[in-house]
Structure formats: C-alpha cells, structure tokens
C-alpha cells in the first residue's frame, strides 16, 4: 500500500467522527513504536517529522526507515508528514523524498538571522503568501498541506512564543480560501512543550465550533496536545530525572475538540517522556547494563503501549481498514480538477 494523502486520512476520519494523531519521530525505534501501536489496534496514523527530525536523522535515512514501515505495514494508512516547516525550500525537500503532506508555519518567519527562540511574527497576509507557494508547489504534486494561523506557545524544536494569542474565525475563513489548504492548526488554548500550564488548560471549544462553521472544507489541527500525566513525570523523578510538575491537555478535552472540528491531534512531549522514564528506570535498576537493546527495547515497548492508548482514546483504533489510500497521482489530478 503507498504512503497516503494526508487531506484523504483527515477526510475520513471527519466523516468518521474520531481523530487522528501525527506522532513524531526521530529514528528507528520511534517507528517500529508508532507502527506497532497502530497494528495492535488497527489504526490509521500520521508519522511526522520536524525540521530538526530532518538535521537529526539526515534524510536518506528517514527515507528508508519510512519505506521500510510501509513495507512492513501493507495493511495500513500510513502519512508522512513534515511538521512546522518554515520554507518552501524544505518542502520542496521533504516532498522529493517521498513525504506526502508538509506543514508550512506561515506564522512566524524563520529566515531572518535572529537569534534562536526570537523568530518574528509574520503579518497574516505575509503568511497567505509563503502559504499559498506552497500549496502550489505540493498541490501540482499530489501532496497535502497544513498552514498555521494564530501563535501556539511554548517550545518545539526551536518555535518559541511566549504569548498565547487565539486563532480568529474571521482570519480563519480568509484564509482557508486564499490559500487552499488542507488543514490548518488553530491555536485555541495549547501550548507546545512539556511545560505547558500551572493549571488545567481551558481550551476555546466555541472557537473550534465556529471555525468549523466558517471553513467546512478544511481539517483542523491540535498542535501541543499532549496530556503530560503526572505518573510519567514522577517516574523520570524517581529514576534520577529532575523535570518541574506540569500540566497539558486532558484527554476528555482533546476528545471534545474532536467532537467539535479537530482532526489531526499532534502529540511529542508525551513520547519523550515515556522513552526517557524506560531509559531512566533501566539505568537505575540495572547499573551494570551496557548493551543499547536492554534499554531501547524497553523504551520502544513502553511508547507503542502509550501510542496505543491515545489511539484508542483519539477514537482512531479500529479504522485502518475503512479505506484504501489514494496515489499522489488521484490527488494531483483532484486538485488540478477544483482549479
Ligand atoms: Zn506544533
């Protein structure tokens, strides 16, 4: 089965009324994590890789990790997706090495020589038109699209914002006609990172409702969604860790997102955590161990069970075989049709 259009997955999974989340990863066991969470439950799901992923892992090997999931997997949908990209010039990367959705991050602009962390706000019609060369560009190819609008806070890789400003509806709908995204992530309330909130984040449900209403054609996207459950975080304290108490989104509240509008629910921290705490608990128990397998392994084993919850959680367990994915070429030719 090929890589599959990312807009096809969250088409589905809106008229399936679950959502879908974008795991990201980095090498080799963070895969085999991801795809066996979603065999064990039979789900659809979105690998993705941020920029840093990309300098990380070195595309050639991405490449082939990725041919080798999809070799493994022939009986599940499977996107490849390249998070918060902040040019076109990667994209155009990220698309040659088989990639079938890309995130352009028209919201901030990356390419200013600015010190790491202070990258510049774009003006919104500045982002309507880094935004829309993208899309020409992936559209002509079969490829999806997801803008961002708004400013989501915290840290990912090295997208900082220290303010929380809400996605507005009216820019919203502008927007999604100007540029023909696919998807677009709102920023309603989640922070990116592990340091998310003193206190249980209340997220703008009405927004979501209302930008549904506002742009029905278009996906919508949670990014920092995770929930960073307390257990986890004590358990890298207890083996030697030393991460502050932090709060991020409840479950309960990610799934009443999905209710109202969200498709693609993007979660990392929460990954980290569980990989970190194996690792740690192994170190601690077992000083004498040298062999990488005994504490990978274990680490592996322990994020394909929590990826295995969210998806079960997220509604998206039991969907893998509702479809059968289209080629980039269906694609191509859809888009070139709506012209
Ligand atoms: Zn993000």
Redesign the pocket.
Known sequence: MPLCPMRQMLEEARKGGYGVGAYNVNNMEQIQAILAAAKETRSPVIIQA?RGALEYTNLVYLKHLMAAAEEDNPLLPIVLHL??GPNLALCKEAIAIGFTSV?I?GSIDYDKKTPEGKHPARSFEDNIRVTREVVRYAHARGVSVEG?LGT?GGI?DD?HADEVLLTDPDEVEEFCKKTGVDAL?LAIGTS?GAYKFKHEPVLAMDLVSECRKRAPDTNFVM??SSSVPKELVDEVNKYGGKLPGAMGVPIASIQEAVKRGIQKI?V?TDGRLVVTAAIRKVFAEKPGEFDPRKYLGPARDALAKLIASKMRSFGTAGHAGDYKPKTLADMKAFYASRK
């Open positions: 941020s998070d918060h995130m991050d961002e989501l990912e997208t992530a990116h990014h920092g993007n990392d």
